[in-house]
């Protein structure tokens, strides 16, 4: 249990002399207060001279934001390839980026980026081919930072209803339009949150939400989700609750089926396990009915076929299987395999009238076509190797289309036949960057207890082992995550200038199935940290590179496993790159939906074993005086409500205060945004030119000969 002992009792500025005003290369620290707070858990007394910078709408911590951000900009701007480094990547950013096509109603649909708009245009072509914009986002404001976070269509196309984002928030507002006009309707739907949109017979749609929270929305803790049915041409304020009011629950969801005769409920309290609901829309004032009574296991309906229900469950079946049952007698007591469990991981679509197996075999894609009977009718033979996604469809359409890409080999969309199992090229982008230049090699390394931990290593051809090359080691391990190889601008960046990237399948993703991903939670987290740092030290004990050649990145949870790597070994590297984290795990579930996380993590109240152990590795609380912690730079958004930036704010402020040194600790607050959906393309690549040219400048690289000229 935690008790708050003394909450804004003393406020005291930190005195001249203090660590957090030394100057580090020229650079001298923002004086940042403490005031005096302290918790109590199960005994033990906690301090958090920093809990004032939780509170995101005081004007004290506006002014801490905008003098951390005048000192990182300081820094960075003496940085002399800086400006080439950015014009290097716009220039490699520059190209058309369309999307897999999909057809509503009378329109074939895709989202298309000229090169540099802020964000992706959704385009149309009616039965002729004629084409026109549909919804542009970069209209929705002037600086970008309002964006399209997803539109869903009635069945017929005739209707839509779209949802828009401000500032990267996780609250969305819902548009409704006529699709053929595109005139809105009706007044839009305000304070949605983790909510898809699911229509009903044109009538209206199906929406997640939770009641609006007391104090700031983008930090106050939300616990309580509620499916909605809305009813066009009715207020908000009258829809009505249809899953949510009996009992809290941090997520639910609805979907109705494609023939539109069930609604589909999920419901979880954490993001592993779900319960699992049906109610029969073909029968007025029909029951909701229960599949799955528990948060064991994960189970969600893909598709169904009359009352033949096709359900993908990791219910006795860690590396999940598709089971299928009569909606008459739903409970697992009655399912039957249809396709089942393998030695590697499972991720399905449907589209066609089939089903697409997507296996995960090593963090690499292998997909198989089923019919509805479970009958195998191919392998699909891939471009190579790497990650495809896609495959998914109605029934009646004749194409699918999928993506495929890897660490070096930008996305490509591929149009693909499920009667002829071919596959044809349907876009390729054309990348200022030379693919063939590049190569990656797949490892098997030993973490602390003997684990074998894959990792995928990319780098230039002919590359040098000496030790002596710039090194990203990039991570995640949480909430069954799997890490893939995927194309990206901005690594392709730092591959080009000389850098290696590696990516490790840590423990707590979900790379190996269930088992793979508990064995990187709560009391087995440590797992995920030594995993790391064995990938760190492989790279370094192969020569790839060493110490002062490598930096480690990770974003969110992966901002944890950085934060928590560099507390425990911070001579393991030179760079740390600590992005959006759950930084402070004493507090973590008292913000938003933060709760949510404790499958992976426990919390602080749960025992005083489970408290001991996260205070073990907590970031925040395991930063130490007079210790020469690496170089580091911490990003964040003002607008993050995911994870809240007070994590970043505090853990920077305590590496200010004790670190050892000369090794710079800066935050990189990016204003009006969030998590990182929904970002501008100019906030993007500013963020990554900003990380990369940190990143070698404090590997002692003080110069960079960059690619200027175009090889198309």
């Given at each position: 249990m935690k008790k708050l002992v003394t909450s804004l009792a003393v406020v005291m500025a930190i005195s001249a002399n203090a660590q957090s005003q030394k100057n580090t290369k020229g650079m001298k620290y923002p004086v940042t207060k403490k005031v005096e707070t302290t918790d109590a858990y199960f005994g033990k007394?906690?301090?958090?001279?920093y809990r004032w910078l939780e509170d995101d709408r005081s004007p004290e911590t506006e002014v801490w934001v905008k003098e951390q951000n005048k000192l990182a900009d300081g820094y960075l701007n003496q940085i002399p390839y800086r400006n080439d480094l950015k014009t290097r990547l716009e220039k490699m950013w520059n190209y058309e980026k369309i999307s897999s096509p999909f057809v509503e109603g009378d329109f074939t649909y895709f989202y298309k980026n000229n090169g540099l708009q802020n964000q992706s245009v959704l385009y149309r072509?009616?039965?002729?081919?004629?084409?026109?914009?549909?919804?542009?986002?970069?209209?929705?404001?002037?600086?970008g930072t309002t964006s399209l976070a997803g539109i869903d269509f009635s069945k017929d196309g005739s209707k839509a209803a779209y949802q828009i984002s401000i500032g990267g928030s996780d609250w969305r507002e819902v548009i409704?339009?006529?699709?053929?006009?595109k005139e809105v309707l009706e007044n839009k739907l305000v304070d949605v949150k983790f909510s898809g949109i699911s229509w009903y017979k044109n009538e209206g749609f199906y929406y997640s939400s939770y009641d609006k929270p007391v104090g700031s929305e983008l930090s106050a803790k939300t616990d309580q989700h509620k499916v909605y049915y809305h009813k066009l041409g009715t207020p908000q304020k009258d829809d009505k609750v249809i899953f949510g009011l009996d009992q809290k629950r941090r997520y639910v969801g609805g979907n109705v089926t494609q023939d539109e005769r069930f609604l589909m409920i999920s419901a979880s309290n954490t993001t592993s396990g779900n319960e699992l609901y049906i109610k029969d829309l073909s029968v007025p004032e029909s029951p909701i009915v229960t599949i799955m009574d528990n948060f064991n296991s994960d189970s969600y309906v893909i598709e169904n076929v009359g009352s033949k229900l096709f359900i993908y469950t990791n219910f006795n079946a860690p590396?999940?299987?598709?089971?299928?049952?009569?909606v008459s007698k739903p409970t697992p007591d009655n399912w039957k395999d249809l396709i089942p469990e393998t030695e590697n991981t499972l991720s399905p679509t449907t589209g066609s009238g089939y089903i697409f197996a997507n296996y995960m075999k090593?963090?690499?894609?292998?997909?198989?076509?089923?019919d509805y009977n479970g009958n195998l009718i191919r392998t699909i033979e891939l471009p190579g190797?790497?990650?495809a996604?896609?495959?998914d469809g109605k029934e009646k359409d004749e194409t699918l289309y999928y993506s495929f890409s890897n660490y070096y080999t930008p996305t490509r969309i591929y149009a693909f036949s499920p009667k002829t199992g071919i596959s044809t090229v349907y876009q390729k982008p054309k990348v200022d960057f030379n693919s063939d230049d590049f190569e990656s090699k797949q490892v098997f390394y030993t973490s602390k207890d003997g684990t074998k931990i894959p990792m995928i290593i990319t780098y230039k051809k002919g590359l040098k082992l000496n030790g002596k090359n710039p090194t990203i080691l990039y991570g995640y391990g949480g909430f069954n995550v799997s890490l893939t190889p995927a194309f990206s601008i901005s690594n392709a960046l730092w591959l080009e200038n000389g850098g290696v990237y590696a990516v490790p399948n840590l423990r707590g993703g979900g790379e190996y199935g269930k088992k793979w991903h508990d064995a990187g939670t709560k009391m087995q987290k440590q797992n995920v940290f030594d995993d790391f740092i064995a990938a760190a030290e492989y790279l370094i004990a192969n020569k790839y590179t060493s110490k002062d050649?490598?930096?480690v990145r990770g974003g969110s949870n992966g901002g944890l496993l950085v934060g928590a790597v560099m507390t425990q070994r911070p001579d393991l590297m030179k760079v740390a790159l600590p992005a959006v984290g759950v930084l402070d795990m004493l507090r973590y579930h008292t913000f938003t939906a933060g709760a949510g996380w404790a499958y992976d993590y426990g919390t602080s109240e749960d025992s005083a074993e489970m408290f001991e152990y996260i205070k073990k590795y907590s970031p925040v609380h395991n930063v130490k005086n007079g210790v020469e912690y690496p170089a580091t730079l911490v990003t964040t958004g003002d607008h993050d409500d995911r994870v809240v930036p007070a994590h970043s704010f505090k853990f920077a402020s305590e590496l200010q205060e004790k670190q050892s040194g000369n090794n710079p600790t800066l935050i990189r607050i990016d204003i009006n945004a969030g998590h990182g959906a929904g970002k501008s393309v100019a906030a993007i690549i500013q963020e990554s030119v900003d990380v990369q040219a940190f990143t070698l400048f404090n590997m002692g690289i003080k110069s960079l000969t960059i690619k200027k000229k175009e090889t198309l």
């Open positions: 007394t906690i301090k958090d001279p072509k009616d039965a002729s081919g004629n084409e026109e914009v549909f919804l542009d986002p970069n209209t929705f404001s002037k600086d409704i339009i006529d699709a053929k006009t590396n999940k299987k598709i089971v299928t049952v009569d090593d963090a690499i894609s292998l997909i198989k076509q089923f190797v790497g990650t996604f896609g495959f050649f490598l930096a």
